[in-house]
Protein backbone atom coordinates (compact mmCIF):
# COMPACT_ATOMS: atom_id res chain seq x y z
CA UNK A 1 0.00 0.00 0.00
CA UNK A 2 1.65 3.45 -0.77
CA UNK A 3 2.11 6.01 1.50
CA UNK A 4 -0.63 8.14 0.12
CA UNK A 5 -3.56 5.51 0.47
CA UNK A 6 -3.24 4.53 4.33
CA UNK A 7 -5.87 7.50 5.04
CA UNK A 8 -3.60 7.67 8.78
CA UNK A 9 -1.66 10.81 7.63
CA UNK A 10 -3.46 14.54 7.30
CA UNK A 11 -3.89 15.19 3.32
CA UNK A 12 -3.50 11.20 2.43
CA UNK A 13 -6.72 9.63 1.01
CA UNK A 14 -9.06 8.55 3.79
CA UNK A 15 -7.71 11.32 6.21
CA UNK A 16 -10.22 12.85 8.15
CA UNK A 17 -9.80 17.25 7.01
CA UNK A 18 -10.83 18.17 10.54
CA UNK A 19 -8.55 17.63 13.58
CA UNK A 20 -9.70 17.88 17.58
CA UNK A 21 -8.99 22.04 18.39
CA UNK A 22 -8.34 21.62 22.24
CA UNK A 23 -8.93 24.77 24.02
CA UNK A 24 -5.63 26.61 25.16
CA UNK A 25 -5.57 27.27 28.97
CA UNK A 26 -4.89 30.90 29.04
CA UNK A 27 -4.60 34.05 31.93
CA UNK A 28 -7.19 35.92 30.12
CA UNK A 29 -9.91 33.63 29.80
CA UNK A 30 -9.32 32.19 33.29
CA UNK A 31 -9.43 35.44 35.13
CA UNK A 32 -12.97 36.54 33.56
CA UNK A 33 -15.03 35.18 36.53
CA UNK A 34 -12.07 35.94 39.35
CA UNK A 35 -12.43 39.56 38.15
CA UNK A 36 -16.44 39.75 39.24
CA UNK A 37 -15.82 38.17 41.61
CA UNK A 38 -12.76 39.42 43.66
CA UNK A 39 -12.26 42.05 41.74
CA UNK A 40 -9.54 43.55 38.98
CA UNK A 41 -8.63 47.11 38.76
CA UNK A 42 -7.97 48.81 35.86
CA UNK A 43 -4.37 48.12 36.04
CA UNK A 44 -4.70 44.44 36.07
CA UNK A 45 -4.77 43.73 39.67
CA UNK A 46 -6.97 41.33 42.27
CA UNK A 47 -8.04 41.90 45.37
CA UNK A 48 -6.96 45.27 46.97
CA UNK A 49 -3.78 46.96 47.68
CA UNK A 50 -1.55 45.85 50.38
CA UNK A 51 2.16 46.42 52.17
CA UNK A 52 3.89 44.45 49.51
CA UNK A 53 1.11 42.68 47.85
CA UNK A 54 -2.40 42.46 46.69
CA UNK A 55 -5.01 41.30 49.26
CA UNK A 56 -8.33 39.28 49.32
CA UNK A 57 -9.63 39.48 52.54
CA UNK A 58 -12.21 36.61 53.50
CA UNK A 59 -13.99 34.11 56.34
CA UNK A 60 -12.26 31.42 54.93
CA UNK A 61 -8.26 32.43 53.87
CA UNK A 62 -7.62 28.52 52.30
CA UNK A 63 -10.85 27.46 51.03
CA UNK A 64 -10.78 30.90 49.17
CA UNK A 65 -7.20 30.73 47.86
CA UNK A 66 -7.92 26.87 46.71
CA UNK A 67 -10.73 27.93 44.90
CA UNK A 68 -8.84 30.84 43.72
CA UNK A 69 -6.09 28.56 42.21
CA UNK A 70 -8.45 26.51 40.39
CA UNK A 71 -9.73 29.00 38.54
CA UNK A 72 -6.72 31.11 37.69
CA UNK A 73 -4.87 27.55 36.40
CA UNK A 74 -7.61 25.96 34.62
CA UNK A 75 -6.10 23.90 31.76
CA UNK A 76 -2.86 24.13 32.83
CA UNK A 77 -0.50 21.80 33.49
CA UNK A 78 0.42 21.34 37.22
CA UNK A 79 3.35 20.16 39.08
CA UNK A 80 4.80 20.12 42.94
CA UNK A 81 7.19 22.82 43.97
CA UNK A 82 10.46 21.04 44.05
CA UNK A 83 10.13 22.02 48.40
CA UNK A 84 7.13 20.64 48.75
CA UNK A 85 5.32 23.58 50.04
CA UNK A 86 2.94 24.40 46.71
CA UNK A 87 1.75 23.46 43.20
CA UNK A 88 3.36 25.69 39.98
CA UNK A 89 0.54 25.73 37.48
CA UNK A 90 2.12 26.65 34.12
CA UNK A 91 -0.77 28.02 31.15
CA UNK A 92 -0.54 27.05 27.63
CA UNK A 93 -0.15 31.17 27.01
CA UNK A 94 3.32 30.53 29.11
CA UNK A 95 1.99 32.26 32.33
CA UNK A 96 2.95 31.12 35.51
CA UNK A 97 0.96 30.33 39.08
CA UNK A 98 2.19 29.01 42.21
CA UNK A 99 -0.10 28.22 44.56
CA UNK A 100 1.29 28.30 48.64
CA UNK A 101 -1.18 27.38 51.37
CA UNK A 102 1.88 27.70 53.99
CA UNK A 103 3.80 30.91 53.68
CA UNK A 104 5.87 32.89 56.13
CA UNK A 105 2.69 35.02 57.47
CA UNK A 106 0.37 32.54 59.40
CA UNK A 107 -2.76 31.81 58.46
CA UNK A 108 -2.39 33.69 54.94
CA UNK A 109 -2.00 31.48 51.72
CA UNK A 110 -0.35 32.91 48.82
CA UNK A 111 -0.57 32.48 45.06
CA UNK A 112 1.74 34.69 42.65
CA UNK A 113 0.78 35.16 39.33
CA UNK A 114 3.69 35.79 36.43
CA UNK A 115 2.24 36.39 33.39
CA UNK A 116 3.63 35.80 29.72
CA UNK A 117 2.63 39.36 27.91
CA UNK A 118 -1.09 39.56 29.19
CA UNK A 119 -2.57 42.79 28.53
CA UNK A 120 -5.47 42.83 31.07
CA UNK A 121 -3.70 40.74 34.29
CA UNK A 122 -0.23 42.03 35.33
CA UNK A 123 2.60 39.94 37.38
CA UNK A 124 1.38 39.93 40.70
CA UNK A 125 1.48 38.35 44.57
CA UNK A 126 -2.00 37.41 46.65
CA UNK A 127 -2.26 36.62 50.05
CA UNK A 128 -5.49 35.33 51.12
CA UNK A 129 -6.14 36.63 54.76
CA UNK A 130 -8.89 36.16 57.94
CA UNK A 131 -11.62 38.76 57.86
CA UNK A 132 -11.29 40.36 60.95
CA UNK A 133 -14.40 41.16 63.10
Known sequence: MG????GKYIGTKGASTKQAILPKSNIQDNA???AQ???LTS???FGEKGKNCRVIVTDTPENTSIAFYKQIAKGGHTISLNNKKGTMTVLDD?????HRLIT???GS???EITISGS??????KIHFIKEEK
Open 37 to 39: KYG
Open 94 to 98: ETRIV
Open 3 to 6: AGNS
Open 109 to 111: PAI
Open 104 to 106: STK
Open 119 to 124: PIVKDQ
Open 43 to 45: SGY
Open 32 to 34: KPL
